[in-house]
């Protein structure tokens, strides 16, 4: 059985929220040991220990080895709550782990090969992850830190499935018993769509020596004369000029 992180723990006797703020408070961190066909266990874990361990994606993929007054237990770690505005832990399920007995981890899925694929390097593909981790059964000493999916060999438009992911020998995938999901696919990248201020821009310029289009109502130019004003104006000159020469005769 590969044991990858080792660390202490001490029983705690005290529960409920008000206990776990004031564990929190003082740098330790709750937690609960339960399962191996013992009673649960409420345990005290120290919280700045757990930190230099929780960046490392082998701390939820692999045994780790708990100490409690001495005692070794090992265990795989099912959830770990993290405060929702700071890095702080604020709860931690473990697991205990039988010898004998399956048990259930979800491991990462490391992909390798993606930028010598013919879809990328060549054809101008983007890969999409679909997929990034797996849940998997098998004995304690069969279970790997993570599986490795080749992409070297797919070419544009391709896909790989949960069932493509090879695995080593005792471990299992239970979601294939139900379903084939889609893990990793090379596409084509999406055309880039015209700036949509730009299209309207482009839009409001008219064509190039076309006469601007007065908007419908709107008042004509300063010195523009109304249609008929010329005509209008020579008749009312006719009408004003026998009246001069009648002034003559007089």
Known sequence: MR???????????????????RLRRSGKVPAILYGGHKEAQALVLDQQNLLTMIGDERFYSSIVQIKVDGVPQEAIVKDVQMHPARNVVVHVDLQRVIEN??????LPIHFKGESISP?????????SHMRT?????????????????????????DTKFLADVP????VTIPELSHRNAPVVSIHA????EP?????EAAAATPAEGAAPTAAPGAAP???AAPAGGEAKKGEEKKEAAPAKKEGGKK
């Not at 529960?15 to 776990?20: C, D, I, N, W």
């Not at 998997?136 to 830190?145: A, Q």
């Not at 990248?189 to 880039?192: D, I």
């Not at 700036?195 to 299209?199: D, S």
Request: glycine content about 12%; charged content about 25%.
């Open 3 to 21: 044991i990858s992180f080792t660390f202490g723990a001490d029983p705690r006797g005290a529960q409920g929220k008000g206990a776990s703020r």
């Open 221 to 223: 130019a300063a010195g």
């Open 133 to 157: 981790d797996v849940e998997v059964s098998c004995l304690p000493k069969d279970l790997p830190e993570f599986l490795e999916l080749d992409l070297s060999q797919m070419s544009l438009n």
């Open 189 to 192: 990248p999406r055309a880039a």
């Open 167 to 170: 695995l080593p020998p005792g």
């Open 195 to 199: 700036e949509p201020v730009a299209a």
């Open 119 to 127: 879809g990328v390097k060549t054809e101008g593909g983007i890969v």
């Open 101 to 106: 007995e399956a048990i259930r981890l979800h």
